[in-house]
């Protein structure tokens, strides 16, 4: 997550460093695209839009989504542009007032020093950014350059104001706070309180810490309607049990999401040896209000099948040190193995209910005189066979 568009190299990360290096790497056939990159990218292109006007209608996003490339050609063309047009109403109102020609013209010019078209944009420019060197100035002969003068400084503060709020917001983009957002890169299937779950761990690098965080998963696959309709990317929500019991979490320290494995989880009939066959993909979402700006972040990351680990759970990283809790990120992505069920969850729910209703016979009453009537009557038919010897 970190080396999201980030100037760290890839190598170096520190959830690559957090992640278990030993774990094993599934040879599946070849997949299709994933609908979201680990890194939190939606691998969504958009083409043939033909209402491209929508994107003028709101030139001030249009501006923040640009790459810097781009914003900063346009942040330097609009000022250039502004300077080479007023230069040029400025040469046009010297040449019309006859300020060019100093030899029949009037004794005071509209704007003093202007001879030719390069001081006329020398004065554009130090009208516009208020530099004022002192050799030229605007005097009470023209009108029409004092109109000029008060044009030039509301569109120079329009151009300003526009331009530095462009590259305000793209330097204090949520993205950028969704860098220390990070998430373990496997997901694992494990037994909890005798139910199968699906975890993934998350965690916040900085001190600062995300309010009203919450998480939620969804499970993105090829499914068909009862009408024989594929639908290519069928996004489910999937329920989940937090630590904190809802979707909302206090991510002070690194967290285990949980969702367990129920009748209602698109994952409730895949096996183990299923599950690195199906082609789904599991969506994590952390959504927060950063602490320091206010500012709404969103971090995101996916889980295909060859990234979720059967039968594995993350090791503890939090212990207790001199009246403290350490957080050591250098286990955040280990798995350990631990004994886990390779059925499904309803095989697993299905044996559990039939152990119940033996138990349940085996202790009632009822059972037991049912028992007690099936051994008699065993008994009975014993003694009514013959023994087959003769007298």
Not at 6 to 28: C, H, K, M, N, S
Not at 72 to 79: A, N, P
Not at 265 to 273: G, R
Request: hydrophobic share 45%; proline share 3%.
């Amino acid at each position: 997550m970190l080396s999201r568009k980030g100037l760290i190299p890839e190598d170096f990360v520190l959830t690559r460093l957090a992640e278990d290096v030993t774990q094993p790497v599934y040879r599946a056939k070849p997949r299709k695209a994933r609908f979201v990159a680990k890194n939190g990218a939606c691998n969504v292109a958009h083409t043939n839009i033909r209402e491209q006007g929508r994107f003028l209608q709101d030139v001030f996003t249009t501006l923040v989504d640009l790459k810097w490339i781009h914003t900063l050609i346009i942040f330097t063309m609009s000022f250039l542009c502004s300077w080479m047009l007023f230069g040029m109403i400025w040469w046009l109102i010297a040449f019309a007032h006859g300020d060019l020609d100093r030899v029949g013209g009037p004794l005071e010019p509209c704007v003093t020093n202007i001879h030719s078209f390069s001081s006329a944009f020398l004065f554009s420019i130090e009208v516009q950014v208020t530099i004022g060197f002192g050799g030229r100035m605007i005097t009470e002969e023209c009108v029409s350059a004092i109109l000029v003068l008060i044009l030039q400084n509301i569109a120079g503060l329009l151009i300003n104001a526009i331009m530095l709020g462009c590259i305000f917001m793209k330097t204090a983009q949520a993205h950028r706070r969704a860098e220390t957002l990070i998430f373990s890169k496997h997901a694992v299937i494990a037994l909890r309180n005798k139910r199968l779950c699906f975890m993934v761990r998350v965690g916040d690098l900085r001190k600062s810490m995300i309010i009203s965080a919450t998480i939620r998963m969804q499970v993105v696959r090829k499914t068909s309607t009862l009408e024989g309709e594929m639908v290519p990317l069928d996004q489910i929500d999937i329920q989940m049990e937090n630590p904190v019991g809802s979707n909302g979490i206090f991510l002070v320290s690194p967290l285990i999401i949980c969702h367990v494995i129920d009748k209602s989880s698109p994952l409730y009939e895949l096996t183990a040896a299923e599950l690195h066959h199906e082609e789904l993909e599991v969506v994590v979402i952390l959504e927060g209000v950063v602490e320091t700006t206010g500012i709404t972040t969103q971090a995101r990351t996916s889980y295909i099948a060859e990234e979720i680990l059967w039968g594995q759970r993350f090791v503890h990283i939090v212990s207790e040190e001199e009246g403290r809790y350490s957080v050591d990120y250098s286990k955040f992505g280990k798995t350990v193995k631990v004994q886990t069920p390779l059925c499904s969850a309803k095989q697993l729910d299905e044996d559990a209910s039939q152990l119940k209703v033996r138990l349940y016979d085996s202790l009632s009453p009822k059972g037991s005189l049912r028992r007690r009537r099936k051994s008699e009557a065993r008994g009975k038919k014993n003694s009514a066979e013959p023994t087959g010897l003769s007298d």
